[in-house]
Every structure is written in C-alpha cells, then in structure tokens.
DNA sequence: CAGCATGTGTACTTTATAGTACACAGTTAA
DNA sequence: TTAACTGTGTACTATAAAGTACACATGCTG
C-alpha cells in the first residue's frame, strides 16, 4: 500500500466518529499547510519529512516505523546505530535478510531475556 | 576521523608506490572532476553520493559500509531490508544498540552456523 | 440562508544534493 | 626546457526535497 492511500484511510476511518480528523484539522496539529497534506495523501507529491511523518504516526495512532517504512525512509535512530558499527550492523542485517519473521522475532526475545 | 580526511590518507599512502593514485587518475576513475575529488578530501564539500563513494571504495580497497558511514551514509541495499519489515529490524537493531561489539559478532556466527 | 468549515488546484519558494567546467600556478620528467 | 601532469580556486548548474500561500467551489449547520 502507497503511503498517501494509507495515511488517507485510517484519517478518514477516525474522522467518522471524530470530526477533529478533517485534512484541514489534521494538517495544522502536525504543522502543515492543508494542500500540502491533501496532496501527500493523494500521492501527488512525495511523502513528508521524517518528522512530520512522526507527528502524522503519533495523530493517527500507527507505528511510526511502519509509517516511515511505507515513505521509503528509516528512521534516524536505526541510522544512527548503524552508522556507529558499520561492519557489524551490515554483516548482521545481510545475514538475517532472508530469514523468516519468526526466527528474528526468536532472535530478539533472546537477547533480550538472555545474558547478552 | 572525517571522511575527506581519511579518503586522503588512503590514496596518498598508495600513491607512495603507484603514481596512479593522483587525485586526478582516481577521480577520472571513479567518474568524477578532479576539483571535486580534492574538494572532497579536503571537507570542503560534503561527501559524494553512494554510487561514488563505492567506487572510491573499490578504487581504494576499502570497506563500502565503513566508507559510506564516515559519509554519514548507510548502505541503501540495509535500508532495503529494513524497509521490508520495519518492526522486526527496529526491535532487534535498538535492543543490539548497546551491547557489545562481541555480543554481536557471537550472535552473527549464531545465525550464520545454526539452524534458523 | 449566512457563515464557517471542508478539500483541493495553482503557483511559488527555499534549501540541500551532487556535482561540472575551466583556468591557473607549481612539479616532474624526457 | 618544454610538454605533460599535478592539485586547487572560482563560478556555475541541474535536480530533488520539503514544503508555503492563496484562491476557489462545495458542503454542512445552527
């Protein structure tokens, strides 16, 4: 699903039993212009900012990494981590890239709840 | 160490024992102005584009992923994966932000020797 | 039914990105 | 000693990213 379409949807979703969630009103609680958010969600422009794409996850309830994802972004955070072990970071991901969701949810429980 | 900086050091440690190292001949390898390659070495613009970057790599024999982080950059074929399922990599990659370097090196050669 | 709210079209702007093109002075090598 | 090669200063360019500002027709509602 493109980002607009879906951004669209769960707007107009709330805005059926929250007139709050108009464009216009949406629009200015995140800090833009009305046009500008009606475009993104018609896919007629690019999708926002990273930080706009935040505000925009925190109003409509989703998870921002999923929202950033949806935008072909990452989120800065991750780049950061990234960016400081570079070797490690890549080596990692490339291995774990054809993985199936399980095996790296397993993966994540372990390090969290083992002795790492 | 700054990018610009470090691409410098490089080159001109194999510039010692091949003249082919001029900042001239690897731009014109690489597929850029000379001028920019010097401008880049000396931080006085900021890093090239990825394709670039991973050329001078290769040209350099360097690491892409650690060229590309001194760049401020991280390798677009990572984001690719992360993009793809943004909530598993976002758990794992900010529970690994703070282990060690070894903890994480353990758990690649898990993953690569187990059966996952 | 007047008045505010709604979504959107059009036109423009600002800043960053990713470089090119050319000239110039100093260095080296034949 | 001249021809080529070297590094770099200056000026410019093209494209993308991330929006703003305003006008307009439509629709709801109190």
Redesign the interface.
Known sequence: MLFGEYVRKKREMLKATDRRFSVRQVARRIGVEPAYLSKVERGEVAPPSEAKIRALAEELGE?P??L??MA????S???E?????????????????T?P?H???R??RE??DGD?
Do not use: N, Y
């Open positions: 998870d990494d999923v950033l994802a072909g972004k990452v989120s955070d991750l780049l981590v990234i960016r400081k072990r570079p070797q490690l970071f890549a080596q990692l991901i490339r291995e774990l890239k993985l969701d095996a790296i949810l993966l994540v390090v969290r790492w």
